[in-house]
């Protein structure tokens, strides 16, 4: 007798996967929540969320670390479709957390060092043990490290030499008071991954992913858009460029391509031809030094 053997496709292999992960946590860890910065993998990360409890709503709150320094179009995006799910939104402010002393502004005017104790604090104070991430391995180097479930000590801290083993999709999340665990669903996707998806589901996103003319200028090679946070100086020459974002963090850090890629067909033709991870392309925080993302992430960050 013969029989037609059934496989899913990639992308269905993919979501499958993400929501068994996602799953697996809301079963076994006692309060789970998933941070959700209004980027293309974090909305994708809250849609496999959503799809995997079904009709019913969230049943951990989603929560956003906000520098102070974000694009007003993210907000406003992040605003709207959290609202829309009807899900539990909590902010973790870091301009309230500089003017309660907390922490410090850095003199390089980045915020993403001390974005960490922020998200520390907040995951205690709500008694969170287990925060859903959207990093990807094939994002950058130390993230190619991580397990899905990856291990925080009592410190919120990261030690890539005390992972579990993650055999059969069998995972580990048992945790002593103050431990927790970092969920990264998405690990086994890529960028190309996330577009595909983005289009299959029709998932919205912020216009910043989209090729637009916008007004930019050239600092060390990498396109800052002009705006509150990235004025033109004086040795600035502001061009008018054909520009989309690959990534988003703060403004004042996350430079843009020069693309003319305006619909998500356009934008995946461009990043199935592209050999450069999007962090590499656009994150001026990444080039600090070759550990940036590592010593960050040993700190407690994502």
Not at 107 to 117: F, K
Not at 208 to 229: K, P, T
Not at 255 to 277: N, W, Y
Request: aromatic share 8%; with cysteine; net charge negative.
């Amino acid at each position: 007798m013969s029989y037609r053997r059934r496989t899913l496709s990639h992308l269905a292999a993919l979501e499958s996967e993400s929501i068994h992960v996602i799953r697996e946590v809301a079963a076994e860890m006692r309060r789970p929540c998933l941070l959700f910065s209004g980027g293309k993998d974090s909305a994708v990360l809250l849609h496999l969320a959503s799809l995997a409890f079904q009709p019913a709503r969230l049943p951990f709150p989603v929560m956003h670390v906000d520098t102070g320094l974000n694009f007003g179009e993210v907000i406003r995006f992040r605003d709207e479709w959290v609202s829309q799910l009807g899900a539990q939104l909590i902010v973790a402010s870091v301009p309230e957390a500089i003017s309660n002393g907390v922490v410090a502004e850095e003199p390089n005017g980045s915020r993403n060092r001390i974005q960490t104790p922020v998200l520390l604090e907040a995951a205690e104070r709500h008694g969170f043990d287990a925060l859903f991430g959207g990093a990807r391995r094939d994002e950058e180097k130390a993230r190619a490290k991580e397990r899905i479930f990856s291990f925080r000590d009592d410190f919120g801290q990261w030690d890539p030499k005390n992972q579990r083993p993650e055999l059969w999709n069998l995972y580990n999340g048992r945790v002593f008071p103050g431990e927790s665990m970092r969920v990264f669903p998405l690990s086994n996707w890529t960028e190309l991954d996330i577009w595909r998806f983005i289009a299959h589901r029709d998932i919205p996103l912020p216009e910043l992913y989209f090729a637009s003319q916008r007004e930019v200028v050239d600092r060390g090679g990498m396109l800052f858009a002009v705006n509150e946070f990235t004025p033109a100086a004086d040795a600035d020459r502001v061009l008018t460029e054909s520009v989309r974002y690959r990534t988003i963090g703060d403004a004042n850090l996350t430079a843009c391509v020069r693309s003319t890629a305006s619909t998500i067909d356009q934008v995946l033709v461009e990043v199935e031809t592209t050999r450069l991870t999007e962090r590499g392309a656009t994150r001026g925080d990444d080039r600090v030094s070759d550990t940036a993302m590592e010593d960050r992430k040993r700190e407690g960050y994502f």
